[in-house]
Every structure is written in structure tokens, then in C-alpha cells.
T-cell receptor, first 112, second 115 residues
Framework: GESVGLHLPTLSVQEGDNSIINCAYS??????FIWYKQESGKGPQFIID?????DKRQGQRVTVLLNKTVKHLSLQIAATQPGDSAVYFC???????????FGTGTRLQVFP | DTEVTQTPKHLVMGMTNKKSLKCEQH?????MYWYKQKAKKPPELMFV???????INESVPSRFSPECPNSSLLNLHLHALQPEDSALYLC??????????????FGNGTRLTVT
């Protein structure tokens, strides 16, 4: 289930289940979105991106969905594995800017 | 392993010290970034260099001074820091100076402690 802790929302899932991590973005002008995975002691690692002219994009075991109407982004991870345990951040930017702004993040915990 | 290399991995410094963080990438990227990350928080943008010119300074205090000697190197010079500046400092690079075109690639950061 999902819970909001003092700092980071946490999603706990069983190994093999599908995970869905949600993100609400702030700027209606944002046109490029990225999901990052950050493991303890490491920098953010690129997972998948999507541009505003798309609603869905698929990678290996991951799918990103974009709903511009409600400014909502989601990351779906199929067959979640223990190695998927990490903090996941969505990030947004808009045309012709160097600014990439991160959302608050969600901790994904995978239990056997 | 990441293609963006940051040194040192850990740094402990006093409030009167002067130190520098270093970042290097050899992907031919033309934009480089400094982010600051506190525990359990998202990375916060500090500076952006695009084609070796400072394009964004997010109102960062002058005790942090960035430098981009060439398109592969990025430094962050630190002087008279405060304990609240303790954080993970992340360097990133992207293919061009407009992040709307390509994702940022991050290093593993320098864990800075100010005593």
C-alpha cells in the first residue's frame, strides 16, 4: 500500500507485482518529463522520458503515462524486483530552458 | 558506473576552510549543472553552464562559486560555508544547453559535511 511519511511518500509492493508511482507536476507549460531512480549513496539514474506530444511511452518493464489535462505523470513498473527498491523522482522542464525541476519523490520498497 | 565523475566522494570541512568540488564528463555534452540535495529531499538546482557560460544561478549565496574551465569540467569552489550547507552535491550534464531536448546524466555526488 501507499503511505505518506514525515518526509517521503512510500509505496510497498510484493516482489512480482506491478508498481505504480504517481507524480503531480506544477507547470502547465512543461513539455518534457523524466523519471529518475535514486539508490542509496548514488546519484539519480535516468529511467525513461516523455514529451508533451505523447500520452504514453514504454521501455523495458517500465511505462510512463502523461495526462496533461490534470498535470499528472505516472511510472508503471512491471513484475517489480528487489533491485527496483529506491527513491523515484519525476522531473519537468519546458521548451528552451535549462531548468530541470524535481518532484518530491516516492520511496519504493519491494518485499519478498 | 556513471559517466559523470565527481571528486571527492566525501568531504569534511570547517567553516573557515576553502575547498573545491570537481566534476568531469567525456560524453561531449555542452551543458553542465550543480544540484544540492538534502536528506529525503529532491535535488535542488543551483547553477547551469551552457556552452561554458553561466546561464542560470538560482540565487545561490556567494560562498558557492562555480567555474567551468572547459566543456568537460565543472568545479564548485566553497568558502566560509555554514553547517546547514552540509548536503549531497550532484553534478550533471546534458547533450545541449536546453534540457527540453535531452535528459540530464548525474554523477554519484560529493557528500559534504561542514563542521
Amino acid at each position: 500500500g501507499e503511505s505518506v511519511g514525515l518526509h517521503l511518500p512510500t509505496l510497498s509492493v510484493q516482489e512480482g507485482d506491478n508498481s505504480i508511482i504517481n507524480c503531480a507536476y506544477s507547470n502547465s507549460a512543461s513539455d518534457y518529463f523524466i523519471w529518475y531512480k535514486q539508490e542509496s549513496g548514488k546519484g539519480p539514474q535516468f529511467i525513461i522520458d516523455i514529451r508533451s506530444n505523447m500520452d504514453k511511452r514504454q521501455g523495458q518493464r517500465v511505462t510512463v503515462l502523461l495526462n496533461k489535462t490534470v498535470k499528472h505523470l505516472s511510472l508503471q513498473i512491471a513484475a517489480t524486483q528487489p533491485g527496483d527498491s529506491a527513491v523515484y523522482f519525476c522531473a519537468e522542464t519546458y521548451y528552451n530552458t535549462d531548468k530541470l525541476i524535481f518532484g518530491t519523490g516516492t520511496r519504493l520498497q519491494v518485499f519478498p | 558506473d556513471t559517466e559523470v565523475t565527481q571528486t571527492p566522494k566525501h568531504l569534511v570541512m570547517g567553516m573557515t576552510n576553502k575547498k573545491s568540488l570537481k566534476c568531469e564528463q567525456h560524453m561531449g555534452h555542452r551543458a553542465m549543472y550543480w544540484y544540492k540535495q538534502k536528506a529525503k529531499k529532491p535535488p535542488e538546482l543551483m547553477f547551469v553552464y551552457s556552452y561554458e557560460k553561466l546561464s542560470i544561478n538560482e540565487s545561490v549565496p556567494s560562498r558557492f562559486s562555480p567555474e567551468c574551465p572547459n566543456s568537460s569540467l565543472l568545479n564548485l569552489h566553497l568558502h566560509a560555508l555554514q553547517p546547514e550547507d552540509s548536503a549531497l552535491y550532484l553534478c550533471a550534464s546534458s547533450q545541449d544547453g536546453r534540457t527540453g531536448g535531452s535528459p540530464l546524466h548525474f554523477g554519484n555526488g560529493t557528500r559534504l559535511t561542514v563542521t
